[in-house]
T-cell receptor, first 109, second 113 residues
Framework: DQQVKQNSPSLSVQEGRISILNCDYT??????FLWYKKYPAEGPTFLIS?????DKNEDGRFTVFLNKSAKHLSLHIVPSQPGDSAVYFC????????FGAGTRLTVKP | DAGITQSPRHKVTETGTPVTLRCHQT?????MYWYRQDPGHGLRLIHY???????DKGEVSDGYSVSRSKTEDFLLTLESATSSQTSVYFC????????????FGSGTRLTVV
């Protein structure tokens, strides 16, 4: 029962362009959504979050959009940099945190 | 992360043997979690703790037990390791357990042969 889904296992973009990572969820009780970034041999690190009462949250180059009616959120990275290359996990919180399977982003110089 | 350490970092064990993984924090956070990461599944919650001696099951708790006798330590035990428990295990901590971005350890790569 995967309540949080990231349907794209990988994404490749050119440096300077926009990266858009997508996430869908099924449980309407989730009230907080987060994105984590993970480099090899390290633990995930918190990137950005959004409350279910908002539809957008911005932090520097990172913006998260939430569409509650579609049960969809996305992470935009503008402009993308080679150092952004990592696995990105979408997560949703109700009584506990549920994670998606991750999307591997590769930013090419 | 400096506030949370996991040990060991790597372990190879045989099927049927007990294994204990340790998570140690210096942040005095109330909440601690154990996750496993597997390809195609992302991170799945095994067990969590909301205080000393207070623990509860996550979505994939079968075959695992936990203990928390001190605020700073959260132990994960595989009673009798199986090949399906080969995975990367992450510990996480949180000050309030709700909506906060968890802080994760660097992980323990466990291989059961």
């Amino acid at each position: 029962d995967q309540q949080v889904k990231q349907n794209s296992p990988s994404l490749s973009v050119q440096e300077g362009r926009i990266s858009i990572l997508n996430c869908d969820y099924t449980n309407s009780m989730f009230d907080y959504f987060l994105w984590y970034k993970k480099y090899p041999a390290e633990g995930p690190t918190f990137l950005i979050s959004i409350s279910s009462i908002k539809d957008k949250n911005e932090d520097g180059r990172f913006t998260v959009f939430l569409n509650k009616s579609a049960k969809h959120l996305s992470l935009h990275i503008v402009p993308s940099q080679p150092g952004d290359s990592a696995v990105y996990f979408c997560a949703a919180y109700n009584n506990d945190m549920r994670f998606g399977a991750g999307t591997r982003l590769t930013v090419k110089p | 992360d400096a506030g949370i350490t996991q040990s060991p970092r790597h372990k190879v064990t045989e099927t049927g043997t007990p294994v204990t993984l340790r998570c140690h924090q210096t942040e005095n956070h109330r909440y601690m979690y154990w996750y496993r990461q597997d390809p195609g599944h992302g991170l799945r919650l095994i067990h969590y703790s909301y205080g000393v001696k207070d623990t509860d099951k996550g979505e994939v708790s079968d075959g695992y037990s936990v203990s928390r006798s001190k605020t700073e330590d959260f132990l994960l035990t595989l009673e009798s390791a199986t090949s399906s428990q080969t995975s990367v295990y992450f510990c996480a901590i949180s000050p309030q357990g709700r909506s906060y971005g968890y802080t994760f350890g660097s992980g323990t790569r466990l291989t059961v042969v």
